[in-house]
Nanobody, 125 residues
Framework: QPQLVETGGGLVQPGGSLRLSCAAS????????IGWFRQAPGKEREGVSC????????NYGDAVKGRFTISRDNNKNTVYLQMNNLKPEDTAVYYC??????????????????WGQGTQVTVSS
């Protein structure tokens, strides 16, 4: 059964860093575009970053540009989100999602087909 599992969340102080991982099983991640999204309590889901199937095209939400970096290792069937200079407003549950069409590009406004269960990121002193 196709599945995405996020790991790497936790509690970090403002200015700190975390790296989230999204591991795929049951399918070849190299054939999918990947997105990272987040949702804070009481807020709508927000697009964070996405990468095309090869990783050659990436996009970022305005709130994280210059601080977050998406990457992927298709040989390991895993996508990463490096988060630097974290701020309290980055606190949210972070989800990865896969999209099986138009995979040569990525767009945070597209519909995604498969979602992980999420990992909590809390930025607080």
């Amino acid at each position: 059964q196709p599945q995405l599992v996020e790991t790497g969340g936790g509690l970090v102080q403002p200015g700190g860093s975390l790296r989230l991982s999204c591991a795929a099983s049951g399918f070849e991640l190299r054939n999918y575009a990947i997105g990272w999204f987040r949702q804070a309590p009481g807020k709508e889901r927000e697009g964070v970053s996405c990468a095309s199937d090869s990783g050659g095209i990436t996009n970022y939400g305005d709130a994280v540009k210059g601080r977050f970096t998406i990457s992927r290792d298709n040989n390991k069937n895993t996508v990463y989100l490096q988060m630097n200079n974290l701020k309290p407003e980055d606190t949210a549950v972070y989800y990865c999602a896969a999209r099986g069409s138009l995979t040569v590009t990525c767009n945070l406004r597209f519909e995604y087909d498969l979602w992980g269960q999420g990992t909590q990121v809390t930025v607080s002193s």
